[in-house]
C-alpha cells in the first residue's frame, strides 16, 4: 500500500504519463490501418491525430522531466512508438519514391524537364534544336 506522499505523487505522475503514451500508440494504430487500408482522408486524419499526440506527450513527458524523474516503462513505450513512427515514415517515403519513379517510367511527358528521357534515340544526351536541317 502507498502511504508516503512521494509514492502517492510518484503514483499521480506515472498516470499522468499513461494516457498521453497510450494515445499515442492508439494514434499510430490507427495510422497504420488506414495507411494499410489505403484511405487517403483516414491516413491525413490519423496523421495529424498521431502528431498531437505526440506533442502532447512530449509536453508532458517534459514536465514531468522537470519535476522528478520519468519512469523506464513509459519512457521505452514511447521511445518504441517513436521507432515504429520512423519506420513508418520511411517506408512511406520509398514508397511514395517507388511511384514517382513508375510514373515518370509510364509516362515520361509529364515528368519533370530534369527528369525526361536522358538519351535521344541516336544515343546523344539531348536533342539540339539547332542540330540536323529540313530540306524541303
Do not use: K
Amino acid at each position: 500500500m502507498l502511504t508516503t506522499p512521494d509514492e502517492q505523487q510518484a503514483l499521480r505522475d506515472l498516470s499522468a504519463l499513461e494516457a498521453p503514451v497510450r494515445a499515442v500508440e492508439e494514434r499510430l494504430a490507427s495510422l497504420g490501418l488506414a495507411l494499410h487500408q489505403q484511405d487517403a482522408l483516414a491516413v491525413d486524419r490519423e496523421a495529424t491525430a498521431l502528431h498531437a499526440a505526440l506533442a502532447a506527450a512530449v509536453h508532458h513527458f517534459s514536465q514531468a522531466a522537470r519535476a522528478g524523474a520519468v519512469p523506464l516503462p513509459l519512457r521505452q513505450r514511447l521511445a518504441t512508438a517513436s521507432g515504429q513512427v520512423a519506420a513508418q515514415r520511411e517506408a512511406l517515403a520509398r514508397a511514395t519514391a517507388a511511384l514517382d519513379r513508375a510514373m515518370d517510367a509510364l509516362l515520361p511527358e509529364l515528368a519533370a524537364p530534369r527528369q525526361r528521357a536522358l538519351y535521344a534515340p541516336d544515343g546523344l544526351a539531348s536533342r539540339s534544336p539547332s542540330q540536323g536541317s529540313l530540306l524541303a
